[in-house]
């Protein structure tokens, strides 16, 4: 879930309109109530649309950030090189 997004106005008895950012122009903004999280304003755990990449389905995307580190692993006839990323991840940074 990404939000919290302000109610527009309630449709029937079991649908919301939401105000949702340009970055979700592509999601119709018309809601049943089993897709919606009752929002306790918590600022930690809201989650910030800057820097979260979708695809066509709406999945998030995860991307790296930066190379943390590296190595080369060297083995009889050959030779691997291993990197360390650091990722955008939507639990946080992570690190692989």
């Known amino acids: 879930y990404v939000g ?3 109610v527009l106005e ?3 008895d079991v649908a919301y309109k939401l ?3 340009e970055e979700l122009s592509r999601v119709h903004n018309t809601f049943h109530v089993s897709n919606l999280k009752k929002c306790h304003v918590d600022e ?3 989650v910030p649309l800057d820097g979260l ?5 709406l999945h998030f995307v995860e991307e790296p950030v930066e190379i943390v580190d590296h190595e080369v692993k060297r083995l009889k ?7 360390k990323l650091r990722w955008n991840s939507k639990r946080g940074l992570e690190f692989t």
Do not use: T
């Open 53 to 57: 990449h979708f695809d066509d389905k």
């Open 10 to 12: 309630r449709i029937g």
């Open 19 to 21: 105000d949702l950012p």
């Open 77 to 83: 006839q050959s030779r691997i090189l291993l990197v």
């Open 44 to 46: 930690p755990l809201a």
């Open 4 to 6: 919290p997004f302000k």
